[in-house]
């Protein structure tokens, strides 16, 4: 038994694993690395770093091999159409896997740890890209090394999952805080990743979207980027900074209008004609 669980150890360190879990059961579906990845991300979201680690490091043993010789193959980031993207997938999947796998051990305190595992995506997995079902790729590395900063700075500044939604809400926060610089840095990342997104679904409208509750929904980008120009006005303005909110109020009525924001109590409100009002006040 000794001489199994010293097998598995050696095993498991030649793989690159970071600090596996103890043993347990763990249902890894169909063994596929999308699975694998996926599965992580619900145990990231439930807090369950033994399962990450589980799922990660599955992972790992299956496809970083595959994942390597990907890596070098490349000297960019793979371009083209979401098929060719994919192509990669060994790559996407392992970068992905282990920024999970970071992420859990920031989160759970362990510094070192989560320092190791996002220094492997910046260095040896650098051009995997991570698929966001909202219909987008997002760059592991480049997160990770946001991670890093963050550890190495001390700074509380988190983007999360690097969701809209998740960075208009921490923007919501520091607005109420009157926090100026972390209400710029959080727009300022919705609109750098969701910008372009945004204006596409801006173009495709001629009327407020209004047929259900989803259908607004489905105009994420343009509403969070929306939102988050107003909130970036508020913050101008509470600051005292007026001309840097006539700006942020104005890119808002002019390029994104057609954006809405959702009411925790129910409703959907109107950025754009709540800027219009701000900037007619700003005049007056």
Same mark, same amino acid.
């Given at each position: 038994m000794k001489k199994m669980v010293l097998a598995l150890t050696i095993l498991t360190a030649s793989l690159?694993?970071?600090?596996?879990?103890?043993?347990?059961?763990?249902?890894?579906?169909?063994?596929?690395?999308e699975t694998l990845t996926t599965k992580a991300w619900m145990a990231l979201k439930e807090g369950d770093i033994e399962a990450v680690l589980a799922y990660t490091n599955k992972c790992l043993e299956l496809y970083a091999?595959?994942?390597?010789?990907m890596q070098a193959s490349l000297e960019d980031y793979p371009q083209g159409s979401n098929d060719d993207i994919f192509s990669y997938w060994a790559l996407n999947d392992i970068s992905t896997s282990l920024f999970i796998q970071?992420?859990?051990?920031?989160?759970?305190g362990m510094e070192d740890e989560a320092k190791e595992a996002f220094m492997k995506v910046v260095n040896d997995y650098t051009y995997g890209q991570a698929w966001d079902p909202k219909g987008w790729f997002w760059k592991p590395a480049e997160a990770s090394k946001e991670k890093l900063l963050m550890i190495e700075t001390g700074s509380d500044i988190d983007f999360g999952d690097y969701t809209s939604s998740f960075m208009t809400t921490q923007a919501w926060k520091a607005l109420k805080d009157n926090d100026l610089e972390?209400?710029?840095?959080?727009?300022?990342?919705?609109?750098?990743?969701?910008?372009? @997104? !945004?204006? %596409?679904?801006?173009?495709?409208?001629?009327? /407020?979207?209004?047929?259900?509750? $989803?259908?607004?929904? &489905?105009?994420?980008?343009?509403?969070?980027?929306?939102?988050?120009?107003?909130?970036?006005?508020?913050?101008?303005? @509470? !600051?005292? %900074?007026?001309?840097?909110?006539?700006?942020? /109020?104005?890119?808002?009525?002019? $390029?994104?209008?057609? &954006?809405?924001?959702?009411?925790?109590?129910?409703?959907?409100?109107?950025?754009?004609?709540?800027?219009?009002?701000?900037?007619?006040?700003?005049?007056?």
């Open positions: 690159g694993m970071i600090h596996p879990p103890q043993a347990m059961a763990y249902n890894f579906g169909d063994f596929r690395s091999e595959q994942a390597q010789k970071g992420e859990a051990y920031r989160q759970a972390s209400v710029l840095i959080y727009t300022d990342k919705v609109i750098a990743l969701y910008g372009d @997104k !945004a204006v %596409e679904m801006q173009n495709s409208l001629t009327e /407020y979207a209004w047929e259900s509750k $989803d259908k607004i929904f &489905s105009y994420w980008a343009l509403n969070d980027v929306g939102t988050s120009l107003f909130i970036r006005g508020e913050a101008y303005k @509470k !600051a005292g %900074e007026t001309d840097k909110a006539r700006e942020a /109020y104005k890119s808002l009525v002019d $390029d994104f209008y057609y &954006s809405q924001c959702w009411d925790p109590n129910g409703w959907f409100w109107k950025p754009a004609e709540a800027a219009q009002q701000a900037l007619e006040e700003l005049e007056a």
